[in-house]
Every structure is written in structure tokens, then in C-alpha cells.
């Protein structure tokens, strides 16, 4: 089946480490975002890519980092620049980052600080 | 500021009471709103695009409409399965596809 995987599903972060959160998708898509919820709010955007080797800042990109070595594969590290990293983290992707692409999202991955 | 605002932030119906969920909206050049419905702990599922004052889109008990300052997303005869959060996001001008979304509202249908 088609679709994004995120993973893991639950993970927790000690205070001064960094944490990788994985994303794949085998939709063929160009473009990949990564999304951050918390309660209350709407989804802010963290980092953007339109194609391979390029990323873009979004709203809140501070104390993320993003790589997108491959199409199929866009991976978020929370550093431990992030204070508030408790969150959670939603990978998606579209066709192009185009206007008006609507967005497939994956399960979501939990991070909790410890 | 672009800024999308839902109303109510929970609703609660019983199975088979028709009711409406509010997304209002003020951005400079609205190019496309978007609705999604999000199960707890999962992603946003794709429901509707609307991009101009007047659209109509419907799916099962679902319809989606759009003005020029808001949509709204009217459920015919819900049934329980409906539950879940249901999210607006609107694309301003820009050149490419940046989202902002709404808190969402929270439906919880009971049988």
C-alpha cells in the first residue's frame, strides 16, 4: 500500500540529546513537510522540502533540522536547541509544492521529554 | 495577519442531529481552503478543497461551502464513526504550498 510511514510511534528525550524522528513515503511525491501540534493550536510548519537535496525553513524551524538525501525519505532531529520539544510531530507529503496540493499525512510520532 | 479561526472548539451530538462546524478566515488572497478530519493519535485525513466564494463539495454526510470570509462543513444525520477532529487550513498568496491551519473543532457523536 501506498502511503508515509513515520516511526517511531512513541519516543521520549533525555534533556540535552538529540532525537531523530523518521518519515518515508512511497508515494513518488516531490514534496515532503513536517509539521509540528500541539494542544490548542493548529499545526505550525517546521521544515519544508520541493526536492531532493533542498529544504526550507517554516514558522517555527529553530532547534530542528531536516536532510532529504532521498526522494522517499525526509528526516527530522529535534536538537537540543529545542526547549520545548514536547509535541506531536506530523510528516507529510504532495505530489509538488505547487498551489493547492492537498496533503498525505502520516500516523504522527509522540515525543516526550523524560 | 492570515488567520484562520474554527468554531465551536467542541461539539457534541447526538446520532442523526445535523449540524455545522464554522472555519472563518482572513488572509491576503485566499488561493484554496482545505478541510481534514484527524482521528486521536493518527494524521489528518484529506476531505475537501474549496477555492472560490460559492463552491460546493459533499462527500457521504459531509458538504463543504465557501464564502468570502468563511466556510462551513455541514454533517447530515451523523452517526458515531463521524467522531473525530475536523481541521481547516487555508493557502494564501504565496508561491507554494504553505498551510495555515485552524485549531480544529472536536465532534463527538453519540449513539
Known amino acids: 500500500d501506498g502511503g508515509i510511514t513515520q516511526s517511531p510511534k512513541y519516543l521520549f528525550r533525555k534533556e540535552g540529546q538529540n532525537v531523530t524522528l523518521s518519515c518515508e513515503q512511497n508515494l513518488n511525491h516531490d514534496a515532503m513537510y513536517w509539521y509540528r501540534q500541539d494542544p490548542g493550536q493548529g499545526l505550525r510548519l517546521i521544515y519544508y522540502s520541493q526536492i531532493v537535496n533542498d529544504f526550507q525553513k517554516g514558522d517555527i524551524a529553530e532547534g530542528y533540522s531536516v536532510s532529504r538525501e532521498k526522494k522517499e525519505s525526509f528526516p527530522l532531529t529535534v536538537t537540543s536547541a529545542q526547549k520545548n520539544p514536547t509535541a506531536f510531530y506530523l510528516c507529510a507529503s504532495s505530489p509538488s509544492a505547487g498551489l493547492n496540493e492537498k496533503l498525505f499525512f502520516g500516523s504522527g510520532t509522540q515525543l516526550s521529554v523524560l | 495577519e492570515d488567520q484562520v479561526t474554527q468554531s465551536p472548539e467542541a461539539l457534541r451530538l447526538q446520532e442523526g442531529e445535523s449540524s455545522s462546524l464554522n472555519c472563518s478566515y482572513t488572509?491576503?488572497?485566499?488561493?484554496?481552503l482545505f478541510w481534514y478530519r484527524q482521528d486521536p493519535g493518527k494524521g489528518p485525513e484529506f476531505l475537501f478543497t474549496?477555492?472560490?466564494a460559492g463552491e460546493e463539495k459533499e462527500k457521504e454526510r459531509l458538504k463543504a461551502t465557501l464564502t468570502k470570509k468563511e466556510s462551513f462543513l455541514h454533517i447530515t444525520a451523523p452517526k458515531p464513526e463521524d467522531s473525530a477532529t475536523y481541521l481547516c487550513a487555508v493557502q494564501a498568496g504565496g508561491a507554494t504550498n504553505k498551510l495555515i491551519f485552524g485549531t480544529g473543532t472536536l465532534l463527538a457523536v453519540q449513539p
Open positions: 474549496l477555492y472560490s
Open positions: 488572509v491576503s488572497g485566499l488561493r484554496g
